[in-house]
């Protein structure tokens, strides 16, 4: 309000008006002022907003998690609270699904946004090819395949998880279906291979339900399974009915595989 008041060379009414009405903004532009890096200034102002207008746009929250994980290529970014992890909900419709998802994320993770809105260039006309190019180039990058990077790199991931919720496990991540392990779960680094490499509907994936049962790949018709050790970071294989797995480890999922086949 003291800008319109004291800078009349420009119109900053005006610009405050179009950028309240942002659809997800919906009147709660302050957090913009922590974006510039002078907040007198109006061509600055005018320029962050209207990149930060085109990173909420409808067009990009119309696509599941996309968002979210462009973010994840600059820092890990999940709300935490002990094993718990969870990330923001596309949904706009309520004051509260906006409270409690986007605007919770802007206000724990600012400086990330302004990383995110520094980096777009001013004339960027097409913000949903940008983020997916901006996620290429960090897998182009990274060779550390974490769990973070699965989830970057594999769009299908995050979409296992109806409620947004994770599970931390030692080393192990899990994708739960509900809010609750004692639900159907998904543990990350099987279920993705197993996204990946089952064009020829060789295997299935058995997905776990309460703590400590069997979660992993297997072949149909077989009672062999696949999983990822929560204690070594590595992959074992055992039997559904026998939960004493052999004393074998493996580096990689392909080289269990292998010795399944």
């Not at 950028?19 to 913009?32: A, K, T």
């Not at 990009?60 to 973010?71: D, T």
Request: aromatic share 16%; glycine share 2%.
């Amino acid at each position: 309000a003291e800008l319109i008041v004291t800078d009349t060379k420009n119109n900053w009414e005006e610009l405050f008006i179009k950028v309240e009405s942002h659809h997800y903004f919906q009147g709660q532009i302050g957090f913009i002022f922590k974006l510039v890096n002078n907040q007198e200034d109006y061509i600055e102002f005018q320029e962050v907003s209207s990149k930060v207008s085109k990173v909420f746009s409808p067009d990009v929250l119309a696509i599941s998690n996309l968002l979210f994980r462009s973010f994840l290529t600059l820092n890990t970014c999940f709300f935490q609270n002990g094993n718990k992890l969870t990330y923001p909900f596309n949904e706009s419709l309520t004051l509260r699904a906006r409270n409690e998802n986007w605007r919770r994320f802007l206000a724990e993770n600012i400086e990330l946004v302004k990383k995110m809105i520094d980096d777009i260039d001013t004339n960027c006309n097409d913000i949903v090819q940008y983020l997916k190019e901006r996620i290429q180039k960090y897998l182009d990058l990274n060779s550390t395949q974490d769990y973070v990077f699965k989830i970057i790199a594999n769009e299908k991931l995050l979409k296992y998880s109806l409620k947004n919720n994770i599970r931390q496990y030692n080393h192990a991540y899990y994708l739960l279906s509900t809010t609750r392990i004692y639900s159907f779960f998904a543990e990350i680094f099987t279920y993705d291979w197993f996204l990946l490499n089952n064009d020829d509907n060789k295997y299935e994936y058995h997905f776990g339900k309460n703590e400590g049962s069997i979660v992993g790949i297997k072949k149909k018709e077989d009672t062999n399974v696949i999983f990822y050790d929560i204690d070594t970071g590595k992959f074992k294989i055992t039997q559904i009915e026998n939960l004493n797995s052999s004393p074998e480890y493996f580096e990689t999922i392909d080289e269990a595989i292998q010795k399944l086949n």
